[in-house]
């Protein structure tokens, strides 16, 4: 099994420019999450999604970031305009929902806005 | 709110000797908290979890209610241990969401 499959690996892009990343989950994971991991700190969650709803965008900045999960399967997280902060890795991670065994993380995609 | 904090962010130890990754969080309710390990060019993957009170690759943690610490442990440390860790807290209650602490870098030196 390939697990979450992430991409763009890397993604280098100017100032105010758009940005879109994307994530596979694995087959079967209803809950998929996104989180934002800057330089020497922790991921930090953006957004879950429950099968197509998001559930809980409660720290994604709204004013910029957009995500959708069509048909509940991959994910698209985009930055519209982006701005020199926002260089992090993006992680997206799945997981059965309920108690489980924890998430299945993606390998991320590490943005560098110049 | 929830926080968890590890206040190492670097530990460096010679091989063989023990290592200890201190961890410590605040939450009111019932914690449930998980190591997560991230290898050099490696993804974020599980490590342990304090409820299958379980040792991998020789490591162990005790979740100490009284003093809200998670500590991992390892007697003898490999040069294969160097890694980035993760102390992480997830709350049923909130989707099961993780917060993450800061992560410590540990360097096992030949």
């Known amino acids: 099994e390939a697990g979450v499959v992430q991409s763009p690996r890397y993604k280098i892009i100017e100032k105010k420019q758009p940005v879109a990343f994307w994530c596979n989950p694995i087959?079967?994971?209803?809950?998929l999450y996104w989180y934002r991991q800057n330089l020497g700190q922790g991921p930090e969650l953006l957004i879950r999604y429950e099968n197509e709803e998001a559930v809980d965008d409660s720290q994604l900045p709204k004013d910029r970031f957009s995500a959708e999960r069509l048909k509940g399967v991959d994910s698209t997280l985009k930055i519209q305009p982006a701005e020199l902060g926002d260089s992090a890795v993006y992680l997206c991670?799945?997981?059965?929902?309920?108690?489980?065994?924890?998430?299945?993380f993606g390998s991320g995609t590490r943005l560098t806005v110049v | 709110a929830q926080r968890v904090t590890q206040p190492e962010k670097l530990l460096s130890v010679f091989k063989g000797a023990p290592v200890e990754l201190k961890c410590n969080y605040s939450y009111s309710g019932s914690p449930e908290l998980f190591w997560y390990v991230q290898y050099s060019r490696q993804r974020l993957q599980l490590l342990l979890r304090?409820?299958s009170r379980e040792s991998i690759k020789g490591f162990t943690a005790d979740l100490n209610k009284g003093e809200t610490s998670f500590h991992l442990k390892k007697p003898f440390a490999q040069e294969e241990d160097s890694a980035m860790y993760y102390c992480?807290?997830?709350?049923?209650?909130?989707?099961?969401?993780?917060?993450f602490g800061g992560g410590t870098r540990v360097l096992v030196k030949p």
């Open positions: 991670a799945s997981s059965l929902g309920g108690a489980g065994y924890g998430y299945t």
């Open positions: 304090h409820i």
């Open positions: 087959s079967g994971h209803n809950t």
């Open positions: 992480a807290l997830r709350i049923k209650a909130a989707g099961n969401k993780l917060t």
